[in-house]
């Protein structure tokens, strides 16, 4: 399974910004995909995460200003950002969970980078 982000770039401080992670499989044999981001000498930390039947959770600096959405047509998520801080800059991982066969798999893309201006 191979997951490609994109969406990433240069935006000013306040402005909006939408990721995209396209995934090689079904969405649906996934049990949970989500958005982390780690930031220059900082953990990885969690964005947003959506479950395939669709809840959602987010981390505390993306509650009100992110959405995470799935559009499982095209098996993609996506990640909407507005209300951009520099605090936000980092690089944006997505990440899917499958459970399979009584054994978990997990995998990540190759991270977007989001730089926010101030």
């Known amino acids: 399974v191979q997951l490609q982000a994109s969406g990433g770039g240069l935006v000013q401080f306040g402005g909006s910004l939408k990721l995209s992670c396209f995934a090689s499989?079904?969405?649906?044999?996934?049990?949970?995909m989500a958005w982390y981001r780690q930031a220059p000498g900082k953990q990885r930390e969690l964005v947003a995460s959506?479950?395939?039947?669709?809840?959602?959770d987010y981390g505390d600096s993306a509650k009100g200003r992110f959405t995470i959405s799935i559009n499982g047509a095209k098996n993609t998520i996506f990640l909407q950002m507005s209300s951009l801080t520099p605090d936000d800059t980092a690089l944006y991982y997505c990440n899917a969970d499958q459970l399979y066969m009584g054994e978990r798999f997990e995998y990540w893309g190759q991270g977007t980078l989001v730089t926010v201006s101030s």
């Open positions: 499989a079904s969405i649906h044999s996934f049990n949970v």
């Open positions: 959506i479950r395939i039947g669709g809840i959602t």
